[in-house]
Nanobody
Framework: VQLQASGGGLVQAGGSLRLACAAS???????VGWFRQGPGKEREHVAG????????KYADSVKGRFTISRDNAKNTLYLQMNSLTPEDTAVYYC???????????????????WGQGTQVTVSS
């Protein structure tokens, strides 16, 4: 499956953005998630959602501000980002996995498919 992320851009602190990730095929049986890599930082997990959509996991730094969702009918993954801060500046990547389980959703190694990344820049 191929993934295409979109929706990044420049936003002021306190603002919102909604990222989307369109898949080339059905992703209803995939665990999907978002990762990000900030300037000079390693890539880190942001949010993930299980196949059924009932289980989600978030990084502590984004809990209460970001919401991950999926529309299996549209083969699309979303990340609603509110109350953005300059620390959220990063390239955001979507990822998909057929083999991930709940306990491995935060691990990059669990994901076989990756999108190209979309830049999010938050100005102070």
């Amino acid at each position: 499956v191929q993934l295409q992320a979109s929706g990044g851009g420049l936003v002021q602190a306190g603002g919102s953005l909604r990222l989307a990730c369109a898949a080339s095929g059905r992703i209803s049986n995939y665990v999907v998630g978002w990762f990000r890599q900030g300037p000079g930082k390693e890539r880190e997990h942001v949010a993930g959602i299980f196949r059924s959509g009932g289980s989600t996991k978030y990084a502590d730094s984004v809990k209460g501000r970001f919401t991950i969702s999926r529309d299996n009918a549209k083969n699309t993954l979303y990340l609603q980002m509110n109350s953005l801060t300059p620390e959220d500046t990063a390239v955001y990547y979507c990822a998909a996995s057929r083999r991930a389980i709940l306990s491995s959703m935060r691990s990059q190694d669990a994901y076989e498919y990756w999108g190209q990344g979309t830049q999010v820049t938050v100005s102070s």
